[in-house]
Structure formats: structure tokens, C-alpha cells
């Protein structure tokens, strides 16, 4: 008696719902291109930072010769010969021979210092010079004109070189566990990946869900599964299945990544650093340590800086606002799927559905700048734009808890009216076919009992 009526309170078929999100999982983790996207994702991205290191050990020590014409005379002492460039003087002055000279005399560039008043500098290459080469012209120039005007107002420049100061400020801040070495870039660059991560997953698969409904209702499979689950069960399945799918990519990246950027950071800082830092110094000390170890070598003050980031709270929020932010969209891709029969017929309903994420994505930048504004803050309390908002502000440590919470509940709640408004259209237009949807059209499905 008392199994019949907890009956009463399980919707039927409700056991369905896994077995949907088994298969849709299934279905995708076994694809060849997700297989091969989990591991080309990760190599591609340490390829780039690898690439990182390589061009910077990557020094042009070709010699180059550049041809200088001064009409002025006066640049006659501006230019000293170095390991890379050399400079050789020409006299010849009218323009077009001294072009055709310059072309078959091999020389890399050609300077022509005609007006010194008018600050007329041309520089002539077969080919676009190199930007190093043109910096280091313009600061020899300047350099010179700064020490003749130095010499005309009587100052001593090694006076003014003597005077400057650099200021380097370390930032500590202050918790309820005391002092702790903090970094005021970290926390905006692990924000704003966090950023990236979402927006790009977000529209990744949240497109996925509405491919896989519009190809499900073309090909009629949706009739057959409509026979044996209700719709909502349906879309529900499918949304949480492919998050799954989304989920364990996302882990799979961040761990492969992880450990091809480790290996490659290991392979090129024993290169471009042959005294090596001795690790188990590093490993011995203790955490009252730390601070001053960090003060005696850079590498290790980011490494304080990185083991004092608040990690438990981002992981979290980003967590959730990952699964939020997703669930959200996803449950709107789904019904713009429902809807139409194409995806050519899905322009019209996707602005209004990825104007706020895209806004949002913009948006983190400036929000950098001013986390703690009015629009930083509407803009992590807004649903629609939360997920992207809210775990940069965490990132920075610039929000307070009812903020986080609130954020939260609004979201889950928005999703759960979204689900709701979503499943409404999803029931109608699953089982819609051949007619052009207008927004009146939705309308009226929603309107329905």
C-alpha cells in the first residue's frame, strides 16, 4: 500500500530519463571527432605555448645592412654599427638613382633623412621590414635629437638617467588567516580564461542540443521516441546528457593540457635557464618560508602567488556556473531546435538567445577595470549574463557572499522557468513540420494548456 501510493508522486516513464541521457552521451563520447578533439585540443594548445618559448629563444642574428641618405648632415654620428645592423652612408642625391641603387646593392633597407624640423624619415625596403629593425632606427634617432637637446637646455642627461627610479610593488593581501602574497594580474587572467571556458562551451554544445533536436525531427526518429517518452523527458534527457558529454571533455582537456604544458615548461626553462633552480629547495621549505623564498627569485613569488589564489572558491563557482550557464542556453537551443526544420530557419531565434552571452563575453574585459561598478554588478546578477560575469569577480576576490548567493538562486531559478517555457514550446514544435515559426507563432504555443 504504501509502494502504490509513493507511486502516485513518480511522473510515469520518469526512469526513461536516464536511459535517454545514457544513449545521447554514448552516442557522442564514441563519435570519431569527439575522440579525436579530446586529444588534438590539448596538443594544439600546448603547441601555442610552446610556440611561446620557441619564438623567444628565436633571435634574426643575420647581419643586415641599411643604406642611410642624410640630406640634413647631421645624423652622421646617430648610428653605431651593432652585432645585427650596419649602417653605410650614401651620397647619392638624386632620388630615383639612389632607389636603383639601393635595389641592386643587396642592402636590407634603405633610410632617407631628408627634413630634420619636419621629422621626414623614410624608410625603403624591397620587402616589409622587420619591426625590430625599424625600433632600432627610431630610437637611434631619438636618442641623438634627445642628447642635442639636452646639450642646447645644459642639462646633464647622466644627471636625469641618475635620477630615475624604478618602483616595483608587492601586493599582499590581507585575509582572516593573515598575510598572504597576492598578484593583482593572476586572479584577472585565471577570471578571464574562466570567461573564455564558458562562453566557448556554452555555444559549443549548446548548439549541439539544437543540431540534435532539428536532426531528430527531420529525420522523424522524434515520432518513435515521442511514443514511449513525454517530450519534456525527452529534452531533459538530451540537455543533461550532452552537459555530461561537455563536462568530461572540459576534465579531459584541463588534464591533458595540464600536463603537455608542464612537460613543455620543464623541457624549455631547463633550456633557457641552464643554472637551475635546485626543485627540492623549493619542495623543503616550509609555508612561513615561502614568502621569502619569493622575494629572492621570481619564479618561485608566482608560485606563492599561484598557491594562495583561492582555488576552492573559483573551482566551485566556476563549477556551477558552467552547469548553470549551460543548462540555461541549452534549454533555449532546444526549443529554437523544436521550432524550425533547418538550421537556416534558426537566424531568427538565435540573436535574441546569444545577444546577452555575447554582450557578456565583451563585456569581462572592462569589467576588469571596475569590478566593483554598478554595471559589474547588474551584470553578475543577471542570469544571462552571470555565468560569464560572476566568476570573474570571484577570480578577483571583488564580491561579497548574499552577491554569489543571490547570483545563484537567480540563476537556478531562471533556468527552471526557462526549462518550464522551453518544454512548452518543445512539446508543440517537436511534432511541428513543414510551417514557418514567427515569435506570434511561439507565442500562441506557449499559450497552450
Same mark, same amino acid.
Given at each position: ?144 635629437l634627445e642628447e642635442k637637446n639636452y646639450k642646447k637646455l645644459g642639462i646633464n642627461k647622466e644627471d636625469i638617467d641618475a635620477a630615475k627610479v624604478s618602483v616595483n610593488i608587492e601586493t599582499i593581501t590581507l585575509t582572516d588567516d593573515g598575510e598572504k602574497d597576492s598578484s593583482a594580474e593572476l586572479p584577472i587572467g585565471i577570471g578571464f580564461v574562466a570567461a573564455i571556458i564558458i562562453y566557448m562551451f556554452i555555444f559549443m554544445y549548446g548548439v549541439q542540443v539544437m543540431r540534435g533536436v532539428i536532426e531528430e525531427k527531420v529525420n522523424r526518429v522524434v515520432e518513435v521516441l515521442i511514443s514511449s ?69 621570481? %619564479?618561485?613569488? $608566482?608560485?606563492?602567488? =599561484?598557491?594562495? #589564489?583561492?582555488?576552492?572558491?573559483? @573551482? !566551485? ?33 538565435? %540573436?535574441?538567445? $546569444?545577444?546577452?552571452? =555575447?554582450?557578456? #563575453?565583451?563585456?569581462?574585459?572592462? @569589467? !576588469? ?81
Amino acid at each position: 500500500m504504501v509502494l502504490k501510493n509513493h507511486k502516485v508522486f513518480i511522473p510515469k516513464n520518469m526512469n526513461k530519463i536516464p536511459l535517454i541521457i545514457t544513449r545521447e552521451y554514448l552516442t557522442r563520447v564514441k563519435k570519431k571527432s569527439f575522440i579525436i578533439m579530446t586529444f588534438v585540443g590539448p596538443i594544439l594548445m600546448g603547441a601555442l605555448f610552446a610556440a611561446q618559448f620557441w619564438f623567444m629563444t628565436m633571435d634574426d642574428n643575420s647581419k643586415k645592412t641599411i643604406a642611410i641618405y642624410d640630406k640634413t648632415g647631421k645624423y652622421t654620428q646617430a648610428f653605431e654599427n651593432s652585432e645585427t645592423l650596419t649602417y653605410r652612408f650614401v651620397n647619392e642625391k638624386n632620388a630615383e638613382k639612389r632607389k636603383d641603387e639601393f635595389r641592386k646593392s643587396g642592402n636590407y633597407a634603405m633610410l632617407s633623412i631628408l627634413d630634420t624640423l619636419s621629422n621626414e624619415f623614410i624608410l625603403y625596403s624591397e620587402k616589409s621590414p622587420d619591426l625590430d629593425v625599424k625600433m632600432q632606427l627610431s630610437k637611434n634617432i631619438e636618442t641623438f635629437l634627445e642628447e642635442k637637446n639636452y646639450k642646447k637646455l645644459g642639462i646633464n642627461k647622466e644627471d636625469i638617467d641618475a635620477a630615475k627610479v624604478s618602483v616595483n610593488i608587492e601586493t599582499i593581501t590581507l585575509t582572516d588567516d593573515g598575510e598572504k602574497d597576492s598578484s593583482a594580474e593572476l586572479p584577472i587572467g585565471i577570471g578571464f580564461v574562466a570567461a573564455i571556458i564558458i562562453y566557448m562551451f556554452i555555444f559549443m554544445y549548446g548548439v549541439q542540443v539544437m543540431r540534435g533536436v532539428i536532426e531528430e525531427k527531420v529525420n522523424r526518429v522524434v515520432e518513435v521516441l515521442i511514443s514511449s517518452v513525454k517530450p519534456f523527458q525527452l529534452m531533459a534527457g538530451k540537455i543533461i546528457g550532452i552537459a555530461l558529454v561537455a563536462l568530461t571533455q572540459f576534465l579531459l582537456w584541463a588534464v591533458l593540457t595540464g600536463v603537455i604544458v608542464i612537460g613543455i615548461s620543464l623541457i624549455f626553462s631547463s633550456e633557457m635557464n641552464p643554472e637551475q633552480i635546485d626543485i627540492s629547495q623549493i619542495q623543503n621549505i616550509s609555508s612561513e618560508q615561502l614568502p621569502n623564498f619569493a622575494n629572492n627569485d621570481k %619564479l618561485s613569488e $608566482t608560485f606563492v602567488q =599561484i598557491m594562495n #589564489f583561492n582555488w576552492l572558491a573559483m @573551482i !566551485t563557482t566556476f563549477l556551477f556556473f558552467f552547469t548553470g550557464g549551460y543548462l540555461l542556453y541549452a534549454s533555449l537551443f532546444a526549443a529554437i531546435g523544436a521550432a524550425v526544420d533547418n538550421e537556416t530557419d534558426t537566424q531568427q531565434f538565435m %540573436l535574441p538567445v $546569444t545577444v546577452p552571452l =555575447i554582450i557578456a #563575453f565583451v563585456a569581462a574585459m572592462g @569589467i !576588469t577595470r571596475n569590478p566593483d561598478g554598478a554595471l559589474a554588478f547588474w551584470m553578475s546578477i543577471i542570469p544571462f549574463t552571470s555565468p560569464i560575469i560572476m566568476p570573474v569577480k570571484v577570480a578577483m576576490g571583488r564580491y561579497e557572499i548574499w552577491e554569489l548567493l543571490l547570483s545563484m538562486g537567480l540563476l537556478v531559478g531562471t533556468f527552471l522557468a526557462t526549462v518550464w517555457l522551453a518544454a512548452k514550446i518543445y512539446k508543440v514544435g517537436i511534432l511541428m513540420y513543414g510551417k514557418k515559426v514567427s515569435y506570434k507563432e511561439l507565442w500562441k504555443w506557449l499559450r497552450y494548456k
